[in-house]
């Protein structure tokens, strides 16, 4: 009986890991990007501390990076991601953790600050195409 169960129980694990494992998983292709440009701002903190970075925003669709082009828009999300990381301290960007919370708080910022596509928030996704700490 034991054997029977246990045999049993390998084959539907066996049956149901192939299924995990072979199935096709959508992975959804990258949205538009659009180029912001380099930054380079001194950090907040008691040290003399500068980071530098390049950032790109996978976007929704091409009208979303027309937006975000356009000169009004264009200036004021630099001036936004400078006032993000002149905020910052050293210690809260040396981890890949504090990056992407940092990549995080852009996005979100400005998703509240742009206007919509019907109803959707216009920067998917934000993307440090560099990224240095000193």
């Known amino acids: 009986m034991f054997g029977v169960g246990f045999g049993g129980g390998l084959m539907l694990g066996r049956t149901m890991a ?26 907040a903190g008691a040290g003399r501390n500068i980071i530098d970075f390049t950032v790109s925003f996978e976007t929704i669709s091409t009208r979303a990076v027309d937006i975000i082009n356009s000169a009004g828009w264009h200036s004021r ?3 936004e991601i ?38 959707e928030v216009l920067i998917v996704r934000t993307l440090f195409d560099s990224f240095v700490l000193q």
Request: hydrophobic fraction near 35%.
């Open 18 to 43: 192939g299924n995990a494992s072979g199935a096709s998983t959508a992975v959804p292709e990258p949205g538009p990007m659009v180029d912001i440009g380099q930054f380079t701002s001194n950090l």
């Open 77 to 79: 999300i630099r001036n």
């Open 82 to 119: 400078l006032l993000i990381v002149k905020d910052k301290i050293y210690e809260d960007l040396t981890s890949a953790e504090g990056a992407l919370q940092l990549a995080e708080e852009i996005r979100r910022t400005l998703n509240s600050q742009l206007p919509q596509i019907n109803g």
